[in-house]
């Protein structure tokens, strides 16, 4: 499967822990992003990496989430401390640049994090 | 900042039956994209548009892009079980197409 895959799918924690997630995207894209979508809502963008850039943070990223993309290929997105407002489906996508033509995203399963 | 916006919400219609979700911004867009999304799957790229007053078609589904690039609609004719799903919207920030401003989504549901 070439597609972008996203590890784990799911995740229940209890308030108060560490979570990080996982997400390799399509090997020859060079941009990542990250967004968060919660029941009856569109995604909402997170965080996103040119290379291993990481050239935009949402307002909504509060500082206990980091994410990196060491080296340019997979990426990780670690909340500490979750609350219970964390819960909601973490989608990872990935995109290409070229000829400065804007591109789609490629979007995988997600990781549904649930906090207890 | 940029405020994207569906309407309806929501959509029930009978097999065979047309359907339209419409989309606006609060700002002019580059271009526009539509996704997907099935009930528990992830959203998936439909089209994009990107000249002004611009219609593509996909077999049944006709989407078009407003003159002054700040809304667009997506038309399906002849409603299938299959097109169940959320229709999003989603337009670049800033910085070109770098994040997605999703719509609020319109979640069309058939009844056979």
């Known amino acids: 499967d070439t597609g972008v895959s996203q590890d784990p799918r799911h995740k229940i924690t209890k308030r108060g822990q560490n979570v990080t997630f996982r997400c390799d995207p399509i090997?020859?894209?060079?941009?990542l992003y990250w967004y968060r979508q919660t029941l009856g809502q569109g995604p909402e963008f997170l965080t996103y990496?040119?290379?291993?850039?990481?050239?935009?943070k949402s307002r909504l990223l509060s500082d206990r989430f980091s994410a990196e993309r060491p080296k340019g290929s997979f990426s990780t997105l670690e909340i500490q401390r979750t609350e219970q407002g964390d819960s909601a489906m973490y989608l990872c996508?990935?995109?290409?640049?070229?000829?400065?033509?804007?591109?789609?995203?490629?979007f995988g399963p997600g990781t549904r994090l649930t906090v207890l | 900042g940029q405020q994207v916006m569906q309407i309806p919400q929501y959509q029930h219609v009978q097999e065979g039956e047309d359907f339209t979700t419409y989309c606006n911004s609060s700002?002019?867009?580059?271009?526009i994209q539509w996704y997907k999304q099935r009930p528990g799957g992830h959203p998936v790229f439909l089209i994009q548009?990107?000249?002004?007053?611009e219609v593509k078609k996909q077999k049944r589904l006709t989407f078009q892009f407003g003159e002054a690039k700040k809304n667009s609609s997506l038309h399906i004719t002849a409603t299938q079980t299959t097109d169940v799903g959320t229709y999003f919207c989603?337009?670049?920030?800033?910085?070109?197409?770098?994040?997605?401003?999703f719509g609020t989504g319109t979640r069309l549901t058939i009844i056979p």
């Open positions: 996508a990935s995109s290409s640049e070229w000829g400065g033509i804007y591109n789609e995203q490629f």
């Open positions: 090997s020859e894209h060079n941009r």
């Open positions: 990496f040119q290379n291993e850039a990481q050239l935009e």
């Open positions: 700002t002019t867009l580059s271009n």
């Open positions: 548009l990107v000249k002004s007053g």
């Open positions: 989603a337009g670049p920030g800033d910085f070109g197409n770098e994040k997605l401003t």
